[in-house]
């Protein structure tokens, strides 16, 4: 199996690209949220998955950004940033990563305006919607909203839906 290196990315918000803006950015991980449970007589405790946490995009932008600015809302939640980045693998080949999301932006802090500094903005979003597809395929699309579910190519909601009859 090959090994990739993720080497660049860029950030796209509602189709504008900030690539010549963008300081770093950290892509979503999709992480459980657990309970630790041991029925009655059991001998060691358990983790039990109780779903994803909050799925969390974060980046920061150097100096003030209007496109970013406008993208911040009270209640609209449809804000649309991609994340486009390559990875290459151990034999030089490039793969294409592609992370397209769907939610709410927070600025998160920023830097105090001294001489000779760039002055960076940080930013968090919030995820109703996710995609993470790496060389054209989708390996992750989670919709909050929508309850789709798909981890590794296997949709984990379906027999939730189908037992809430949706």
Known sequence: MAREVLVAASLAVQGVHKREKLDNVTMPVLKHTT???????????QEISLGLEVI??????VGLDLDLQNAISLSKRDKLFVIYAYARQKGGANVKVKVTMRGLLKPSD???VEGNNLVKNGWEFVCDYYK???????????????????IGGVDEAAAHNEGLGL
């Open 132 to 150: 993470y597809e790496q060389a054209g395929k989708i390996v992750h699309e989670v919709d909050v909203n929508g309850t789709v579910m798909i």
């Open 110 to 112: 920023q830097d105090a």
């Open 56 to 61: 969390v995009a974060q980046f920061s932008i």
């Open 35 to 45: 309970e630790t449970w041991r029925g009655a007589g059991g001998l060691v405790d």
